[in-house]
């Protein structure tokens, strides 16, 4: 049998599977403003290019969903558009809403910020929210290519986020540690019921 979740195909787990918890996939969903790499590090952690990455923001109108596994747990990545504070209105709106959903029925979420930008009035916002959802939250620091940039990353600490990862999604730098410091934050994080009120 396979579950359907925004249109893609997950494998569910065998029937004849033990239900520790374990077989359940937990929903990460990779937030932040537009145009920041959430797509290139969602490309990057499913292994092939999935998400379309453009240097244009709002590219990515449209959730993606990709399965891995992290530290021996099923995961799904979900892959959102930029999170717009001031988006409220036409198909910007409706993308934002979309964004909105996949972070409100998430387990964890790892917020994506650009550190050659540093910290701007939009990622303020968005992190105060994601703060008040208290769900698991990693923040991630994107675009330290190289080892002369990660005296940028001091600055993001004032989000008042407990763990915060210095990657560049390029390169791959730092990548899978971030994913690994989210699976770590996930192991107090129960799944969040799916749409409906059912599990996936």
């Not at 002369?148 to 990353?153: E, N």
């Amino acid at each position: 049998m396979e579950a359907v979740l925004d249109g893609l195909e997950v494998p569910e787990p065998p029937e004849d599977a033990e239900d520790d918890g374990s077989a359940k996939p937990i929903r990460l969903a990779v937030a932040g403003r537009p145009n920041v790499g959430k797509s290139t590090l969602f490309n990057r952690y499913a292994g092939r290019r999935r998400a379309l990455v453009r240097d244009t923001p709002g590219v990515t109108r449209d959730r993606l969903v990709e399965e891995v596994e992290v530290s021996g747990r099923r995961v799904l990545l979900v892959d959102t558009a930029g999170l717009d504070p001031d988006a409220d209105a036409g198909l910007p709106g409706a993308v934002q809403a979309q964004a909105r959903v996949a972070v409100e029925e998430a387990d964890a979420i790892l917020f994506v910020v650009d550190g050659q930008h540093g910290v701007l009035p939009e990622d303020e916002a968005i992190a105060r929210t994601l703060r008040r959802s208290a769900r698991p939250l990693v923040l991630v620091v994107n675009k330290i290519d190289v080892p002369a940039h990660g005296a940028r990353v001091g600055e993001f600490h004032r989000f008042g986020i407990a763990e915060v990862c210095a990657v560049s999604a390029e390169h791959g730098t730092g990548a899978f540690e971030a994913l690994r410091a989210s699976s770590a934050a996930m192991r107090s994080a129960s799944p969040a019921p799916a749409p409906g009120g059912e599990d996936v």
